[in-house]
Nanobody, 118 residues
Framework: QVQLVESGGGSVQAGDSLRLSCTAS????????MSWFRQAPGKEREFVAA????????AYADSVKGRFTISRDNAKNTGNLEMGSLKPEDTAVYYC???????????WGQGTQVTVSS
């Protein structure tokens, strides 16, 4: 199993950038697909981005494509989500996740709050 901890959340202004990090412990991080989800108040948790075992393949929600970049460093057991051109609608709790297949996480972090003000 894997334990995941997110960090890097905070409050920013629209148009700013923010970098979220995910640190994994337990089973080797490189064994899993890694992804980010988010949940805004009153809304369902939604997919944001995912990256394959080696980092060679990525996927993004249409709402963030071109603005967010997902990456991973298996040697350091870390994953990152670089968020740019942030919008108020990006405000949510962001969760790091890991699983054996695309879009079906088995493990979740506790989440980190991102607030974007206009």
């Amino acid at each position: 199993q894997v334990q995941l901890v997110e960090s890097g959340g905070g409050s920013v202004q629209a148009g700013d950038s923010l970098r979220l990090s995910c640190t994994a412990s337990g089973r080797t991080f490189s064994s899993y697909f890694m992804s980010w989800f988010r949940q805004a108040p009153g809304k369902e948790r939604e997919f944001v981005a995912a990256i394959s075992w080696s980092g060679g393949n990525t996927a993004y929600a249409d709402s963030v494509k071109g603005r967010f970049t997902i990456s991973r460093d298996n040697a350091k057991n870390t994953g990152n989500l670089e968020m740019g051109s942030l919008k108020p609608e990006d405000t949510a709790v962001y969760y790091c996740a890991a699983g054996s297949t695309w879009f079906r996480p088995d493990y979740w972090g506790q989440g980190t709050q991102v607030t974007v003000s206009s």
